[in-house]
């Protein structure tokens, strides 16, 4: 089986709240973004998240964000070393292999925030991202016109790809794209979508 993308962690956060943190004593600890390790404490579980899947412990497809938004896995890996902890490892799909393949949740209305949000991912595309066609990230929307989806084009002449994101407004969907971006091989990559 070919891979395709490694990917360690996804998070879905509606910014409907806005949450503050207390000012940190800068002499006793090393300050980084919280975006630079894995989400913990109000980060993880906060009413801003809408869910969290970290592919961690005996339980890979958890929602570690408290909403019970259980993932189950389809042609898919777990790899105990990722970025933070374990990552899923997907393969291609159709043309190369036509079958289902990745993490899949229950639908629920919850997972359709109505204002602003955030679609997150740290990614790591393996040595033959190159013969891949477009790499689904995200995918709640399909062909109807609700919901989003993420995902990354297929490879120009040049090799570079773009993000692609595609929210459904009931009756027409919107896409935004990245400028061309050159995804090396087992480079971890963070990708944000924030609407």
Do not use: C
Request: proline residues 6%; without cysteine.
């Amino acid at each position: 089986m070919r891979k395709l993308i490694q990917s360690a962690a996804l998070l879905l956060v509606s910014l409907g709240a806005v949450a503050s943190l207390p000012a940190a004593d800068t002499g006793s600890i090393a300050l980084q973004e919280p975006w630079q390790s894995q989400y913990t404490k109000e980060n993880a579980t906060g009413p801003h998240v809408l869910g969290l899947w970290t592919f961690d412990g005996a339980n890979p497809g958890a929602d570690l964000s408290g909403n019970g938004h259980q993932a189950t896995f389809h042609g898919t890996e777990i790899e105990v070393q990722g970025k933070f902890g374990a990552a899923m490892r997907s393969f291609p799909g159709f043309p190369v292999e036509d079958k289902r393949h990745g993490a899949s949740v229950k639908n629920s209305a919850k997972l359709s925030p109505r204002g602003a949000f955030t679609l997150e991912t740290w990614i790591k595309p393996e040595a033959d991202i190159e013969k891949a066609n477009t790499a689904y990230l995200l995918d709640k929307k399909y062909v109807s016109h609700t919901d989003y989806q993420l995902l990354f084009n297929p490879a120009g002449r040049t090799g570079t790809r773009t993000l692609r994101a595609v929210l459904g407004f009931g009756d027409f969907s919107e896409t935004w794209y990245s400028d061309p971006l050159q995804l090396e091989p087992e480079t971890w990559y963070h990708i944000v979508f924030m609407y």
